[in-house]
C-alpha cells in the first residue's frame, strides 16, 4: 500500500538508456496529501570514461564531465543510498515523463550494478506513476483553474517549463533535474488542488495494472490520453480494444475517430508501411497500450459536452465506428497481428544495428534466482573482496558485466591484465555508443562553438566537454 510519493527527474548524457548514463539524480518524497517530508536527494554521479556524453545534453544541462568527477560518486555508491533511503518500502516513483524515460535509465544503473533491474518498481509495495499523461488528460477533459500554455502558432504545448511558467510554479532552472521536481510537485498540487476528483482518480487507477485491464477488457469504449495522439486533439480520443498484444501485457486499441472500414482494402504489409512511418500528426488508429506502463485511461462518461468540444469529437461517430468494429474485430485482428510481426522484425532489425554490447542487453531475459543471489553477492562485495571475487553466473550477460563494473567503480583494484582488457572495451564501448564515429562527435563539438551567438557561459561547457572527450580517444 502506497505510503508517500517519491518524485524524481534525472539529467543525463544523452537519451540512449543503453549507451548513456545518468549525471544528476534528484528527488523530494511526499505524503500522499502532497506534503513534503524530508530533505531532498540531490547528487551527481560520476560519468566513467566509456561514455562521450551528448555535446546538446551537456549544454543544455551545464553539467560537464569533469564536474560529475569532481563532486559525484561512483554508480555503485549512489545505489547504495538509492537501495536505502530511496526506494523504501511502499514509495511511488513518480516523474514527468518517467516511464518512458527515468525509469528505463534507472534500470539500466541497477542492471549494469548487479541490481535487480525492476524491484525497485514493484516490490514491498512500491509502485510507479507519471505526471506527464495526468496533466494531458487535465488539459484535454477537466482544464479549469489551470493555466494552459501554447506555442506561437497556438499548438497546445505541455512542456514543464512552460506549464510551470503559465502557473508561477517553483521552477528556477529548467534542465536542473532537483528545479524539475520542484516544479513537478508544483504542478501536481495544482492538479490535486483544482480537479481533486480527476487527480484522486488517475494515481488510483494508472499506476495499477490489474484496475487498467479491467477498464480495457471491459468490452467497451473508453478514453485514452497518450503522446501518440494529435496535439490538435489535446494528445486524447476515445479507444476500444481490438484484441489483447500478442506478446506483452497489454492491449491493441483502436482510435474510434477513424472508421475501421477504411482499413479494410489493405494488406497487412501495407499497413505495416503505413503503422512504422508513424507520423503524430496524422492517425494511424491501431495503437498498443501496456497495462503496466501508467496509461491514462478513463471511463467514456467522462466527456462532457464542454471535453467533447475541446477534443474535437463527435459521439455519433464513435458510436458508429464501434459498430463497425465489432463486425469487423476478428478479420482486421488478423491483419494487425501480421502487420505488428513485421513491426516488430523491423524493430529488431533496427536494435541490432545499435549494438551497446552486453551493456544494452537488459531486456534480452530475466535472471534466474540462482543468478540473483550471485548478484547480490557481487553488488554487495567490497573492493578488497572483489578482487578475489569469481562469480560464475548462468545468463552469461552478467559474466560479461563483471570487468566493466569492476573499472567503473573499483578501478585501482584491476590486475594490469584487467587494465588491458578494459582498456579494449572501454574503446569499444565508445565506438558503439558513438555510431557516427568520434570525428563526426568532434566536428559537431566544434559546429555548436562556431556559433557566434554562443554565450561565453556555453563557450567555455564546451570546451572543457572537447578537454575531456580528447582525453578519452587519444590512444
Known amino acids: 500500500m502506497t505510503k508517500s510519493i517519491f518524485f524524481y527527474d534525472l539529467e543525463t548524457s544523452g537519451i540512449s538508456s543503453k549507451a548513456d548514463r545518468i549525471m544528476q539524480f534528484a528527488g523530494f518524497r511526499t505524503d500522499l496529501d502532497l506534503n513534503p517530508v524530508g530533505e531532498p536527494v540531490n547528487q551527481l554521479i560520476k560519468l566513467t570514461p566509456d561514455v562521450l556524453p551528448d555535446p546538446e545534453a551537456v549544454l543544455l544541462t551545464g553539467i560537464t564531465p569533469q564536474k560529475t568527477l569532481e563532486l559525484?560518486?561512483?554508480?555503485?555508491?549512489?545505489?547504495?543510498?538509492?537501495?536505502?533511503d530511496v526506494a523504501?518500502?511502499?514509495?511511488?516513483?513518480?516523474?514527468?515523463?518517467?516511464?518512458r524515460f527515468d525509469d528505463e535509465f534507472v534500470r539500466y544503473l541497477n542492471y549494469r550494478n548487479y541490481c535487480d533491474p525492476y524491484a525497485w518498481q514493484w516490490s514491498m509495495g512500491r509502485s510507479r506513476w507519471d505526471m506527464f499523461d495526468v496533466a494531458r488528460m487535465c488539459r484535454a477533459l477537466r482544464p479549469d483553474g489551470i493555466k494552459w500554455p501554447d506555442d506561437s502558432s497556438g499548438k497546445p504545448i505541455n512542456r514543464l517549463e512552460d506549464l510551470a511558467?503559465?502557473?508561477?510554479?517553483?521552477?528556477?532552472?529548467?534542465?536542473?533535474a532537483l528545479s524539475d521536481v520542484l516544479a513537478v510537485i508544483g504542478l501536481a498540487q495544482l492538479i490535486?488542488?483544482?480537479?481533486?476528483?480527476?487527480f484522486s482518480y488517475l494515481i488510483d487507477l494508472m499506476p495499477d495494472k490489474t484496475k487498467v485491464a479491467k477498464l480495457v477488457n471491459a468490452g467497451q469504449p473508453f478514453v485514452h490520453t497518450s503522446?501518440?495522439?494529435?496535439s490538435e486533439y489535446h494528445k486524447t480520443t476515445v479507444v476500444a480494444e481490438l484484441a489483447p498484444h500478442p506478446k506483452r501485457q497489454g492491449s491493441l486499441v483502436f482510435d474510434l475517430r477513424v472508421d475501421p472500414s477504411t482499413l479494410m482494402d489493405k494488406s497487412p504489409e501495407q499497413l505495416y508501411e503505413i503503422w512504422q512511418t508513424y507520423d503524430r500528426d496524422k492517425i494511424?488508429?491501431?495503437?498498443?497500450?501496456?497495462?503496466?506502463?501508467?496509461?491514462?485511461?478513463?471511463?467514456?462518461?467522462v466527456i462532457d459536452e464542454s471535453a467533447s468540444k475541446r477534443i474535437k469529437l463527435k459521439m455519433s461517430d464513435?458510436?458508429?465506428?464501434?459498430?463497425?468494429?465489432?463486425a469487423v474485430k476478428t478479420e482486421l485482428s488478423d491483419k494487425i497481428f501480421k502487420a505488428l510481426s513485421l513491426l516488430d522484425a523491423h524493430q529488431e532489425k533496427r536494435y541490432k544495428t545499435l549494438d551497446y554490447g552486453v551493456d544494452g542487453q537488459l531486456y534480452d531475459g530475466f535472471f534466474s534466482t540462482s543468478d540473483k543471489v550471485l548478484m547480490q553477492k557481487v553488488s554487495s562485495a567490497?573492493?578488497?573482496?572483489l578482487k578475489t571475487l569469481t562469480p560464475s553466473f548462468q545468463d552469461n550477460r552478467l559474466n560479461g558485466l563483471l570487468l566493466p563494473y569492476k573499472a567503473r567503480n573499483f578501478p585501482e583494484i584491476l590486475t594490469n591484465e584487467e587494465k588491458k582488457s578494459w582498456e579494449g572495451i572501454r574503446l569499444e564501448h565508445l565506438s558503439l555508443t558513438k555510431a557516427a564515429g568520434t570525428k563526426v562527435y568532434f566536428e559537431r563539438i566544434d559546429e555548436l562553438m562556431s556559433d557566434k551567438k554562443l554565450p561565453k557561459n556555453s563557450q567555455k561547457i564546451l570546451n572543457e566537454l572537447k578537454s575531456y572527450s580528447s582525453g578519452l580517444v587519444a590512444v
Do not use: W
Open 192 to 198: 490535486y488542488a483544482k480537479q481533486p476528483k480527476l
Open 382 to 385: 567490497s573492493a578488497d573482496y
Open 165 to 176: 511558467r503559465a502557473n508561477q510554479l517553483n521552477h528556477d532552472s529548467a534542465h536542473d
Open 88 to 99: 523504501t518500502a511502499d514509495t511511488m516513483f513518480c516523474g514527468f515523463n518517467n516511464v
Open 227 to 230: 503522446g501518440k495522439y494529435p
Open 318 to 326: 464513435i458510436e458508429k465506428n464501434y459498430k463497425k468494429l465489432e
Open 72 to 84: 559525484g560518486m561512483t554508480e555503485h555508491d549512489f545505489l547504495k543510498i538509492f537501495h536505502g
Open 284 to 301: 494511424f488508429p491501431v495503437k498498443t497500450l501496456l497495462f503496466n506502463r501508467c496509461p491514462a485511461v478513463a471511463p467514456i462518461s
